[in-house]
C-alpha cells in the first residue's frame, strides 16, 4: 500500500513591527515625570505642545527630546530603526540644535536644571514653531508628507494587528470550510501587509531626500536661535527661578 504523504503547511510569514517610540533622545523614568510637572505646571508649554501638533506629527515628541538634550547631563539618540519613520524630521532638528558651541552654551545654564532647561524648552520650541508657521524651513507639501506618513504606519498596525487576531484563532477547533476560509483571509491581509510596507518604505525614502535639504536649511537658523535662547535665559533669572519655585512646591521626585 502507498505510504500517505503529510500535507505540509505553508510556512508562517513573520513581519516586523513597527518601532514605538517617537522620542529621539533616550530618557528614563525620572527624566519624564520631571518633564511632565513641568508641562503640568506650565499652560504656556501645554498650548504650545498642543500648537505644533496642529502642524506636524510627533511635536510634544520633540518638546520632550528638547527638554532632554538641555537637562540630562549624558545625552544619547535612538538607533533610527528604533524611532517611527514619521518622527525623522524631529531627528534633523536636534542635530541641528546640538551642533556647534552655542549648545555648549545653552548647556552651561541648563545642564540638571529643571527650571532652566524647561524654561529653554518653552523658548526654544516657540522660536521653532515660529518658524514652522512661517514655512522657513517646511513648505505645505512636506508638512502633508509627514501627516501621509503617519497615516501609512497606523494602517500598517492595523493590519498587523489583524494578522496577529488572525494567528490567535485556533484552526484546530474550525470545520475545514472555515478553515480555508480563514486561510484565505490571512493571505489577503498578508498581501495588504506587504503592499503597506513597500509604500511606507517608498514614502520613508523619499522623505529621507527631503529631509537632506532641510536639514541645511534648518542648521543656521536654528544654531542662531539657540544663542538667542541662551542670552534670554541669562537674562530671564527671575522667571526660571519661578519655575523652580513651581517645582519645589510640587516636590517631583
Known sequence: MASRRRKTLPARRFFQPLP???????????????????????????????????????????????????????????????????????????????????????????????????????????????????????????MRDLWDIEQQEALVSRKLAERENADAIDQNALPDEKKKALDKAKQSVEGEIRGSEALLRHKTAQLKEDLQEIETKTRARLQAETVRVAQQLEEASEEAEAWGTAIDRKSVV
Open 20 to 142: 514605538q517610540d517617537s522620542c529621539w533622545v533616550e530618557s528614563d523614568a525620572y527624566d519624564r515625570r520631571v518633564y511632565r510637572q513641568l508641562r503640568s505646571d506650565s499652560p504656556s508649554l501645554h498650548a504650545l505642545e498642543e500648537s505644533g501638533g496642529m502642524f506636524l506629527p510627533h511635536f510634544a515628541s520633540l518638546l520632550q527630546d528638547l527638554f532632554c538634550i538641555l537637562f540630562k547631563y549624558n545625552v544619547s539618540l535612538r538607533k533610527e530603526s528604533e524611532v517611527l519613520p514619521s518622527a525623522l524630521l524631529n531627528e534633523r532638528f536636534l542635530k541641528s540644535v546640538t551642533q556647534g558651541s552655542q549648545y555648549d552654551f545653552l548647556r552651561e545654564q541648563t545642564v540638571l536644571n529643571e527650571a532652566r532647561a524647561g524654561l529653554s524648552t518653552l523658548h526654544l520650541g516657540e522660536r521653532l514653531l515660529g518658524l514652522i508657521r512661517e514655512e522657513k524651513f517646511l513648505n505645505r507639501g512636506n
